[in-house]
């Protein structure tokens, strides 16, 4: 099975600034399937980017997907006080799906 | 609006059983796969199981293959999670979401989540 790993743990950083979330797959990600999502505490996990790079609908342009094979980002290019969350990644080009243990995005 | 409404949660002994139901509505839920994924508590999330359109086709991960089994009923609108010899480890939120694949794909819609938790 194809293992995630999310880094940074956390990122601690102010409302404005930019958030950069890696993704790095064990091996290379069948058809670059590759998800992201955002969960809140105490709420289910809510999808934002699909296809490594395409944003699911009613998604605010300020959060981008990119990257191909095994190493993937999560970008948001300025951090509304709303957005700080837990980011999980998930492929599913490859059985069993499987998502990273996530990266936790904290207020500074 | 899409809606997913779980229920069947709950308090079990290891080795138990429980059944999760998830009714669906804003959507043709007939022309959906459709899956259940699991977070422990504090833990990150556990893709469970998926059932394809007709029911036809399941799959399952390696942690719940032989005890578990999926459900659907597309006339009723409702998606199923049979739960036997439950563990301890099986103690999680369980989410039914909406899968935009046939067996794998990635979960556009979830529900608010379940509580199972498998204690003595």
């Known amino acids: 099975e194809i293992v995630l790993t999310q880094s940074p743990g956390t990122l601690s950083l102010s409302p404005g600034e930019r958030a950069t979330l890696s993704c790095r797959a064990s091996q290379s990600v069948s058809g670059n399937y590759l998800a992201w999502y955002q969960q809140k505490p105490g709420q289910a996990p809510r999808l934002l980017i699909y296809?490594?790079?395409s944003r699911a609908t009613g998604i605010p342009d300020r959060f981008s997907g990119s990257g191909s094979g095994t190493d993937f980002t999560l970008t948001i290019s300025r951090l509304e006080p709303e957005d700080f969350a837990v980011f999980y990644c998930?492929?599913?080009?490859?059985?069993?799906?499987?998502f990273g243990q996530g990266t936790k995005v904290e207020i500074k | 609006e899409v809606q997913l409404l779980e229920s069947g949660g709950g308090l079990v002994q290891p080795g138990g059983s429980l059944r999760l139901s998830c009714a669906a509505s804003g959507f043709t839920f007939s022309s959906y796969a459709m899956s259940w994924v699991r977070q422990a508590p504090g833990k990150g999330l556990e893709w469970v199981s998926v059932?394809?359109?007709?029911?036809?086709?399941?799959n399952f991960a390696d942690s719940v293959k032989g005890r578990f089994t999926i459900s659907r009923d597309n006339s009723k609108n409702t998606l199923h999670l049979q739960m036997n010899s439950l563990r301890a480890e099986d103690t999680a939120v369980y989410y039914c979401?909406?899968?935009?694949?046939?067996?794998?794909?990635?979960?556009?819609?979830w529900g608010q989540g379940i509580l199972v938790t498998v204690s003595s």
């Open positions: 296809d490594a790079s």
């Open positions: 979401a909406r899968d935009r694949g046939y067996v794998g794909g990635y979960f556009d819609n």
């Open positions: 998930q492929q599913y080009g490859n059985s069993p799906r499987t």
């Open positions: 059932i394809s359109v007709g029911g036809g086709t399941t």
